[in-house]
């Protein structure tokens, strides 16, 4: 029995002879299973993080600018605040007719693993906004980028919540995972009021 062109193509990639004791075969499967993908990575992500030591400062000569700055320092370390930031939602809270408003729930990771879920209106995330405005040092104020603007129409309508939801986590991203801006004491205060 001959074996057609086609078939023996297809199993080109096969091996031509029996894999031998020090060999292993892997058999993969067609698809790939993206919750267990994700709780892997999750896994090793966990790993990494608890795992990384602290690096002490190198003892040698002096760096080629500084006598007490080293590549070395805190390679790896970072003193922000928060490691991931979602905001999961929003709740309308009130009559629309006698002064309902809108909460959205932030669900900030800190880097103990700790999930903090902190019940934010838009006037707080102007107050942060202003706050860090005012507080922050000339050179980190670029980095804050502009608020999503409001809409006074369309405030309770569905898609324009979502966009907003949307737009708020990426603004809350940039603050709160910022190595400098995410460290400062009125981003803490924002969090844990």
């Known amino acids: 029995m001959q074996s057609s062109p086609q078939s ?14 020090d060999e292993l075969l892997v058999l993969l499967p067609n698809k790939i299973d993206v919750e267990e993908e994700s709780r892997l990575y999750d896994e090793l992500a966990e790993e990494d993080v608890n ?29 922000v605040f928060s490691r991931d930031v979602r905001i999961s939602g929003w709740t309308s809270v ?10 959205y729930d932030c669900a900030i990771r800190t880097k103990e693993g700790i999930t903090i879920h902190a019940h934010k209106r838009f006037s707080d995330f102007v107050e942060l906004y202003h706050t860090l405005k005012h507080t922050l040092p000339h050179h980190l104020l ?25 737009e708020l986590q990426y603004w809350l991203c940039v603050v709160l995972l910022h190595p400098e801006i995410g460290t400062c004491q009125a981003v803490r205060r924002w969090v844990l009021d």
């Open 94 to 103: 009130g009559d629309q007719l006698g002064g309902a408003f809108i909460v």
């Open 51 to 79: 795992e990384s030591p602290a690096l002490p400062s190198p003892r040698g000569p002096p760096s080629t600018y500084s006598h007490d700055i080293w590549l070395g320092d805190h390679v790896g370390q970072s003193s």
């Open 8 to 21: 023996s193509s297809a199993h080109s990639h096969l091996p031509s002879r029996p894999p031998q004791n």
């Open 142 to 166: 670029h980095f804050i980028p502009p608020l999503p603007p409001k809409s006074p129409f369309a405030r309770y309508r569905p898609a324009f919540l979502d966009h907003r939801r949307r």
